[in-house]
Nanobody, 119 residues
Framework: QVQLMESGGGSVQSGGSLKLSCVGP????????MAWHRQAPGKERELASA???????QYLHSVVGRFTISLDLAKNTLYLQMNSLKNEDTGVYYC?????????????WGQGTQVTVSS
């Protein structure tokens, strides 16, 4: 069973930085589009950033210039560097492997890590 495990969440003041990590099996990172979704309290889950190995990263408009997604295949780890954090970035951040090819399932999700930004 594929497991994705996030880490790096926490509480930070507005303007601060956090770096999220997602560890999983190598086959997932090579065969799926990797993504960070987030869900703020009382709101629907939204795609914050996505990247398929060899492709171009995608970002939610509100995080452009502040967030950077990256993939280290040698470490089987997906990262999300978050700078200049704002209160509205608060939420649970989920690592996801989507649109997978050649794996048992089409998508896999982590359990999420909480990010709290306060003024």
């Amino acid at each position: 069973q594929v497991q994705l495990m996030e880490s790096g969440g926490g509480s930070v003041q507005s303007g601060g930085s956090l770096k999220l990590s997602c560890v999983g099996p190598g086959t997932v990172f090579s065969n799926c589009r990797m993504a960070w979704h987030r869900q703020a309290p009382g709101k629907e889950r939204e795609l914050a950033s996505a990247y398929r190995n060899g492709g171009s990263p995608q970002y939610l408009h509100s995080v452009v210039g502040r967030f950077t997604i990256s993939l280290d295949l040698a470490k089987n780890t997906l990262y999300l560097q978050m700078n200049s954090l704002k209160n509205e970035d608060t939420g649970v951040y989920y690592c996801a492997a989507e649109f997978c090819r050649g794996t048992d399932a089409n998508e896999y999700w982590g359990q999420g890590t909480q990010v709290t930004v306060s003024s």
